[in-house]
């Protein structure tokens, strides 16, 4: 596999940390790595990947902070394109699914290239959310759920507008839900259920 684009080892029995040989693959659009037993902390690694427009490494036991470097290569992605050219019909062949808020999210090949979706949940995860997080315009879908992830909701999520789910439940969060959330219209999933936030739900003006 020179130039693969998809790479999805998800639901085995596999072990150790990630592999740095991973950061090699350079035209990978598509990395799913999930419910296996990997651990370690996540490799600084993404400068590597411009195409990348799904990552899913939900369900193992990766631990440390999320790298600041993760979050270029997800959502200001090159590989969200106006319309499929004939190269691309090839390339999205098929159907993916996804798991979001505990859903299973089939997409098909007519919208398959506009998913863009980041999962880390269920892992052991920790520090604060970074506030460069909010760049991700294109996200659809967001999950940080089932980590220990501390400190605020960064005040600009509203930045991400075209979210349709988003999930931070399960973590240590605190402090005011961000006013800036009422501008995630799309939204039709939000969970931020046992986390420490306090004061008042924000509401549209």
């Known amino acids: 596999m020179p130039y693969p684009t998809d790479l999805d080892i998800s639901r085995n029995d596999l072990n150790g940390t990630i592999p ?10 598509t990395l799913v790595i999930s419910n296996n037993y990997l651990s370690g902390e996540i490799p600084r690694f993404w400068s590597n990947f411009s195409l ?22 997800i959502g200001n992605l ?8 004939d190269a691309d019909t090839v390339r999205y062949q098929g159907r993916l699914t996804l798991v979001a808020n505990g859903r299973f999210v089939q997409y098909d090949q007519s919208i398959l290239y506009l ?15 970074p506030e460069s997080l909010t760049s991700l315009v294109r996200l659809w879908t967001l ?9 605020k909701i960064p005040i600009d999520i509203g930045n991400l ?3 349709e789910t988003l999930d931070l439940s399960s973590n240590n969060l605190s402090g005011l839900l961000p006013p800036s959330m ?8 939000l969970n931020v259920s046992y986390n420490d936030f306090s ?7």
Not at 115 to 129: A, F, H, M, P
Not at 143 to 151: I, Q
């Open 20 to 29: 740095l040989s991973i950061g090699n693959m350079a035209t990978l659009t």
């Open 52 to 73: 990348l427009y799904i990552l899913d490494m939900s369900n193992n036991s990766l631990l440390g902070p999320i790298p600041r470097s993760i979050l270029p290569c």
């Open 78 to 85: 090159s590989g969200l394109e106006v319309e499929l050219t």
């Open 115 to 129: 998913v863009n979706s980041l999962d880390l949940s269920d892992n052991r995860l920790s520090e604060e959310i």
């Open 143 to 151: 999950n940080l759920s089932m980590n220990h992830l501390t400190g």
């Open 161 to 163: 507008e075209w979210l």
């Open 182 to 189: 009422t501008a995630l219209t799309k939204l039709n999933h």
């Open 199 to 205: 004061g008042k739900i924000p509401t549209a003006n």
